[in-house]
């Protein structure tokens, strides 16, 4: 009895996990996909987490290399700035990207978005006197509620058989106590 309620426990955690590996995956802070775009000798790539960007605070990440070679440049200044419609006025920026310390090729920095909609992100590149500058559009959007719903519940549903089965293992272990003492 004891190893099938374990196995039953075992079994939902696992299906746990892999039902919200989605998440989990995203939780490290990797960014899977960049949005690659070419200038004149560079190819400039941008991703953020997470992949769809939401009010309050999103990481991004970028990277430049070489079209000819495709190596990356780990001596480039990024110049950051990003505006809700227009790219004349900046809301957010200028604020130059610092290379990753995990790996030195990605230059990253987070902002925080304070409204949904789509946002103009502009990226100047500088090396070696050379200058470009390319534009990207991000779409901030709402937050999906069922998502952390789902999560929590998940979660109180595995405490509540993990507290249920404790109890019965308890209850087990007293009855057997008894007996041995009579």
């Not at 190893?3 to 299906?15: H, P, Y």
């Not at 190819?43 to 190596?71: D, Y």
């Not at 200028?94 to 310390?101: A, E, G, H, R």
């Not at 390319?134 to 937050?143: D, G």
């Amino acid at each position: 009895m004891f190893w099938f309620r374990a196995a039953t426990l075992v079994s939902l955690l696992l299906l746990g996990l892999y039902i919200q590996s989605d998440t989990l995956i995203e939780a490290n802070g990797s960014i899977r996909s960049y949005e690659k775009k070419v200038i004149g000798e560079y190819v400039i790539g941008l991703g953020t987490m997470p992949p769809s960007p939401s009010m309050g605070v999103t990481h991004f990440a970028a990277f430049v290399e070489n079209e000819q070679t495709g190596t990356k440049y780990v001596d480039v200044e990024i110049e950051f700035a990003s505006s809700f419609s227009t790219i004349d006025l900046p809301e957010l920026g200028p604020q130059l990207m610092k290379n990753s310390i995990m790996d030195p090729m990605y230059y990253e920095t987070d902002i925080s978005f304070n409204k949904e909609g789509v946002w103009l992100v502009m990226l100047t590149v500088r090396r070696e006197g050379d200058e470009v500058s390319v534009v990207y559009e991000v779409e901030v959007q709402n937050k999906n509620p069922i998502r952390p719903i789902l999560t929590v519940g998940t979660l109180l549903f595995f405490l509540a058989i993990l507290s249920l089965s404790l109890r019965s293992w308890i209850k087990e272990y007293r009855r057997k106590l008894k007996i041995r003492k009579a």
